[in-house]
């Protein structure tokens, strides 16, 4: 019974507090004029928000299919409730180009949550950071050292070798099957798993200097790195409702930190090894081999805002990981 006087207690006390926010905060006035709000969508459930109409599993049900039948019912922007956040949807060019030039400094700042405590170092990854000295910092690095077309021309010949050898791994595939193949001599191929590992190679022999075939760690490093992808980009419902976190509902909590740890590890080896060697053989600005040898050179003996070099050195590397792996896949239309 105490329990359950001690819910409706919590229950009235919440539906109260949003009570008061919608009558007295929820518009703001500017020299005594009202300032009009962007309509809301409707069905927003107390506490939960408009989070169960982005949940389907149905392939209409997609987040991105949803707002679409929003937007052509509520106009180019409209707002939602997604637990204890209010966010502002823009579907309309003229609007979205507003928000990212006029106003971008206003709306720079990223929400942080659980992943990018967790897994992202905690906050230290740039493209997951809140906006600040840090970030413009390590966001200047990264754009200049590994988006410049001088890197990206320098690292030609890993994408080259990679394509290459994925070819003619797929080709030996075919020699081997055609005989038993009922489908006069076509061999059927996994291409998701095939363009998975391409990327996957590709991105790190770029940023770590590792071939996929130096043995079990490698294969572990590659399991793990994906999980990570997977989890940085997973819905976990106490980035919406903060104060359930202790319910880590789904496990997703569980999962990060183990992950997290060993993402860390399977890191830090590498950090370790790319020291060792820039000691041993005095690598110089301009000869680096990848882009963590790039982090070091510019790192070294410097701390950033609020991180240490070697966190910064591996918050970056992970997510020039993750944004390789997004351009990678934007770029793959595979056809087979």
Avoid at 15 to 41: C, D, H, M
Wanted: aromatic share 10%.
């Amino acid at each position: 019974m105490d329990f359950l006087l001690i819910a409706i207690t919590l229950a009235s006390s919440l539906v109260f507090k949003f009570f008061l926010y919608n009558q007295f905060f929820s518009t703001k006035r500017n020299n005594g004029q009202r300032i009009k709000r962007v309509p809301e969508a409707a069905g927003a459930w107390p506490i939960f928000g408009h989070l169960h109409l982005l949940t389907g599993t149905e392939s209409d049900q997609l987040p991105h299919k949803v707002l679409a039948r929003m937007a052509e019912k509520y106009g180019p922007i409209f707002g939602l409730k997604l637990g204890v956040y209010k966010v502002v949807v823009v579907s309309d060019p003229k609007v979205a180009k507003e928000c990212f030039t006029t106003n971008d400094l206003a709306l720079a700042n990223r929400p942080k949550s659980l992943a990018s405590e967790i897994i992202g170092y905690n906050h230290a990854m740039f493209g997951v950071a809140p906006y600040g000295p840090y970030w413009r910092e390590i966001r200047k690095i990264a754009t200049i050292e590994f988006l410049s077309s001088r890197r990206i021309e320098m690292l030609k010949h890993i994408r080259e070798f990679e394509v290459k050898s994925a070819i003619k791994e797929t080709y030996n595939y075919w020699l081997k099957n055609k005989s038993s193949s009922s489908l006069n001599g076509a061999v059927k191929m996994e291409m998701k798993e095939w363009l998975g590992n391409v990327i996957m190679n590709t991105m790190v022999k770029m940023l770590f200097g590792k071939e996929c075939s130096e043995g079990e760690g490698i294969n572990k490093a590659h399991k793990a790195i994906r999980r990570f992808f997977e989890l940085l980009g997973a819905t976990v419902v106490a980035d919406f409702l903060p104060y359930l976190r202790w319910l880590d509902i789904g496990g997703h909590e569980k999962a990060m930190k183990e992950v997290a740890k060993e993402i860390d590890s399977v890191v830090e080896e590498w950090l370790g090894e790319h020291k060792r060697r820039r000691d041993s053989k005095g690598i110089k600005s301009g000869e680096e081999e990848d882009f963590m040898d790039v982090m070091l050179s510019i790192c070294e003996n410097r701390d950033f805002p609020g991180f240490d070099a070697d966190t910064s050195i591996k918050a970056t590397c992970m997510v020039r990981s993750l944004i390789l792996q997004i351009c990678s896949v934007l770029s793959c239309t595979p056809t087979v």
